[in-house]
T-cell receptor
Framework: KQEVTQIPAALSVPEGENLVLNCSFT??????LQWFRQDPGKGLTSLLL?????REQTSGRLNASLDKSSGRSTLYIAASQPGDSATYLC????????FGPGTRLSVLP | EPEVTQTPSHQVTQMGQEVILRCVPI?????FYWYRQILGQKVEFLVS????????KSEIFDDQFSVERPDGSNFTLKIRSTKLEDSAMYFC????????????FGPGTRLTVL
């Protein structure tokens, strides 16, 4: 059974810092991995999708990498802003989506 | 930009009542999903739907739950006899292509069972 974990559970950084969020999964037989952000009481906003054959994807200040063999993905956020404050979720797609518990990010002005 | 919509945004019901949660997926998408998130917990997969039938379902999706695509635009989740533990945020999602493409989520319906 696929298990997804995320480290750290929470992170507080000053504005402008670069930061890395980590996602680990136990079963490497996945089709893709998707990163989302979730604002309090809201839905999930898709950030990046990495197919299993890819190593990384970039969108603006976000860069996500995937190492399928070691069961890891990282989300790199450059030059963080207060508007980046949210919970970041990773989800791996095998038979269906399995979500991690999220990293709650606070970017302080 | 196309988006997934869900109605209602908040539904309050009495235990034992039936509820129907509605979703309008992105118009050219072929794969549809329901997820739930109990307050403070992980997002959990419930069911996926393609070509007018269920393609995958989780252990949570028992006989109390059903899904339907009653017309060309709506996708519904019915809970037959709600329990207190069904209280959660329910998210609908859709994807195109092969079903392993990016999933787009709606804003959710908060279900409160009293």
């Amino acid at each position: 059974k696929q298990e997804v974990t995320q480290i750290p559970a929470a992170l507080s950084v000053p504005e402008g810092e670069n930061l890395v969020l980590n996602c680990s999964f136990t079963d490497s037989a996945i089709y893709n991995l998707q990163w989302f952000r979730q604002d309090p009481g809201k839905g999930l906003t898709s950030l990046l999708l990495i197919q299993s054959s890819q190593r990384e994807q970039t969108s603006g200040r976000l860069n996500a990498s995937l190492d399928k063999s070691s069961g890891r993905s990282t989300l790199y956020i450059a030059a963080s802003q207060p508007g980046d404050s949210a919970t970041y979720l990773c989800a791996v797609y095998g038979q269906n989506f399995v979500f991690g518990p999220g990293t709650r990010l606070s970017v302080l002005p | 930009e196309p988006e997934v919509t869900q109605t209602p945004s908040h539904q309050v019901t009495q235990m034992g009542q039936e509820v129907i949660l509605r979703c309008v997926p992105i118009s050219n998408h072929l794969y549809f999903y329901w997820y739930r998130q109990i307050l403070g917990q992980k997002v959990e997969f419930l069911v996926s739907f393609y070509n007018n039938e269920i393609s995958e379902k989780s252990e949570i999706f028992d006989d109390q739950f059903s899904v339907e695509r009653p017309d060309g635009s709506n996708f519904t989740l019915k809970i037959r006899s709600t329990k207190l533990e069904d209280s959660a945020m329910y998210f609908c999602a859709s994807s195109g292509g092969t079903g392993r493409d990016e999933q787009f989520f709606g804003p959710g319906t908060r279900l409160t069972v009293l």
